[in-house]
């Protein structure tokens, strides 16, 4: 996924940045909004744009309108504003943002609200034909997920949390992501229902190392399995 961030402000610009390259994303940096509006008339791959309002030549306001006129609905926006006032960012959402968050930058906000966006543009694979992660033989159809060849029993959450992470090796999945997928409804963050299922999905299916996967799991990104292996999916 590639997302275009307009920033200004060197510290700012890094930090977006930083953030979305650890969380797995590719960020091409703009400091003006001319810049940003010279690449956009062209053809690109940008899945996503970053606007920071209060940029000196042409403001991220501006440049949301541009594209709004001139290339419609289909590329997400997300605003990023140091105003805090309503009228503010109705302004903003009306002129075409799909989401906005406010000043100071929080990385694990920043994360989720771009997860969410682009979740909109890429849906979760919902392909039934069985396949094999690494040693392990997943079985949509019939409910079964095997570890070197033995059935592994969990029960229907764990199955439909492990099956998710399976189908999406080294996709970053924020709490509520996981939680809208699998129990339909988003999950408090002081409910330990998400946390006992994926500690449980760990130890019945031995998600470790030495059978070439791992579990990272960030209280405040999200949850990702890893395939330690050259060839993640056979």
Request: glycine residues 6%.
């Amino acid at each position: 996924m590639n997302i275009a961030s307009l920033e200004d402000d060197p510290v700012q610009a890094a930090l977006i940045e930083s953030c979305l390259t650890k969380a797995g994303y590719s960020c091409t940096v703009f400091h003006t909004g001319k810049s940003l509006l010279t690449t956009l008339a062209k053809p690109h791959d940008f899945n996503l744009l970053i606007l920071d309002w209060e940029v000196p030549d042409v403001s991220g306001l501006d440049v949301l309108h541009w594209i709004r006129d001139n290339q419609g609905y289909a590329l997400p926006v997300l605003f990023l504003t140091s105003r805090t006032d309503e009228s503010d960012l109705v302004v903003g959402l009306q002129a075409g943002a799909d989401d906005y968050m406010t000043k100071p930058i929080r990385e694990g906000e920043l994360v989720a609200r771009v997860q969410a966006l682009l979740r909109r543009m890429n849906p979760i694979t919902q392909s039934n034909e069985p396949f094999s992660f690494g040693v392990y033989d997943i079985d949509p159809i019939n409910n079964i997920i095997k570890l070197h060849g033995k059935e592994v029993v969990l029960a229907p959450k764990e199955y439909e949390l492990a099956l998710l992470l399976f189908r999406n090796p080294g996709r970053l999945f924020s709490r509520d992501v996981l939680s809208t997928a699998v129990w339909n409804r988003e999950i408090p963050a002081t409910s330990r229902t998400l946390d006992t299922h994926l500690s449980n999905i760990r130890r019945k299916l031995q998600l470790r190392p030495e059978n070439g996967v791992r579990l990272n799991a960030s209280y405040a990104l999200g949850y990702r399995l890893e395939s330690l292996l050259d060839n993640e999916t056979t």
